[in-house]
């Protein structure tokens, strides 16, 4: 049986819908969570649906873009109204574009950072605000922060600068009881890993030894969010099968 850690928090998971996100979203439901899933798109009632089945004992759901900093204080503050209070936010939300260097515009820079970068910071902006009581927010960067390839230097850029976020925001909230984590995921069986030109060209190959499930991300995020972390701040944790480790 799953434990309960969660029960009677209040949760913030962007991304919410797909992938990553609601594999975390389904993990935090079982361990008893009030769930605020944040979404570029709107959900049809069916993933709340599923997640009230999974354990959750309230689900909201908000329609959001993260790059709008006004949209995500709205977010917030309907998380404190709708759930009744906010003890963790996970920020998962992310987009990639396959383009080299050379032809990249200022329009697609602005895009990658404005919801890999900008979104966590506006997040990690209102917790510091209203988290009162202490809290947990949990990055979801990449192991591109730290080792990367071609066509993806906006995202590569975006989650080294995520990485950074996340150890300034752990030692700005330490004074409030906030703690500030991220994970950073390699290779995850989800639609950004299979839409990568790379992998359907067959240049980038990948043992399936290193491939992992949204499951394994949520189960490292859920640890982080606990108080099973409670000295746990600042930290950056690869959670990769090790696909970094080999020389």
Same mark, same amino acid.
């Given at each position: 049986?799953?434990?309960?850690?969660?029960l009677d928090k209040h949760v913030?998971?962007?991304?919410?819908?797909? *992938?990553?996100?609601?594999?975390?979203?389904?993990?935090?439901?079982?361990?008893?969570?009030?769930?605020?899933?944040?979404?570029?798109?709107?959900?049809?009632?069916?993933?709340?649906?599923?997640?009230?089945? %999974? *354990?959750?004992?309230?689900?909201?759901?908000?329609?959001?873009?993260?790059?709008?900093?006004?949209?995500?204080?709205?977010?917030?503050?309907?998380?404190?109204?709708?759930?009744?209070?906010?003890?963790?936010?996970? /920020?998962?939300?992310?987009?990639?574009?396959?383009?080299?260097? %050379?032809?990249?515009?200022?329009?697609?820079?602005?895009?990658?950072?404005?919801?890999?970068?900008?979104?966590?910071?506006?997040?990690?902006?209102?917790?510091?605000?209203?988290?009162?009581?202490?809290?947990?927010?949990? /990055?979801?960067?990449?192991?591109?922060?730290?080792?990367?390839?071609?066509?993806?230097?906006?995202?590569?850029?975006?989650? %080294?600068?995520?990485?950074?976020?996340?150890?300034?925001?752990?030692?700005?909230?330490?004074?409030? /009881?906030?703690?500030? /984590?991220?994970?950073?995921?390699?290779?995850?069986?989800?639609?950004?890993?299979?839409?990568?030109?790379?992998?359907?060209?067959?240049?980038?190959?990948?043992?399936?030894?290193?491939?992992?499930?949204?499951?394994?991300?949520? %189960?490292?995020?859920?640890?982080?969010?606990?108080?099973?972390?409670?000295?746990?701040?600042?930290?950056?944790?690869?959670?990769?099968?090790?696909?970094?480790?080999?020389?």
């Amino acid at each position: 049986m799953v434990s309960q850690r969660f029960l009677d928090k209040h949760v913030i998971i962007t991304g919410a819908l797909g *992938g990553i996100g609601f594999a975390t979203a389904e993990r935090f439901a079982a361990e008893g969570a009030k769930l605020m899933l944040v979404d570029l798109l709107s959900d049809d009632g069916s993933a709340a649906e599923r997640l009230r089945s %999974a *354990g959750a004992p309230q689900v909201a759901t908000a329609a959001c873009d993260i790059a709008e900093e006004e949209q995500v204080a709205a977010v917030v503050e309907r998380t404190q109204a709708e759930l009744g209070g906010l003890d963790v936010i996970v /920020n998962v939300a992310g987009m990639m574009i396959y383009k080299p260097i %050379a032809e990249l515009t200022g329009a697609d820079w602005r895009r990658i950072l404005d919801v890999n970068l900008l979104g966590a910071a506006f997040f990690t902006t209102q917790a510091l605000r209203h988290m009162a009581g202490g809290g947990a927010i949990v /990055n979801v960067a990449s192991i591109h922060a730290r080792q990367t390839s071609t066509l993806v230097a906006p995202y590569a850029a975006a989650k %080294a600068a995520l990485e950074s976020l996340t150890r300034s925001a752990a030692i700005e909230g330490r004074v409030r /009881n906030i703690r500030v /984590n991220a994970v950073l995921p390699g290779a995850v069986d989800t639609a950004m890993l299979r839409s990568s030109p790379a992998i359907q060209s067959g240049a980038e190959k990948i043992d399936t030894a290193e491939v992992g499930s949204p499951a394994d991300i949520a %189960a490292t995020i859920a640890f982080l969010a606990s108080d099973d972390a409670r000295f746990v701040t600042g930290a950056s944790v690869l959670v990769d099968g090790g696909r970094l480790a080999k020389l």
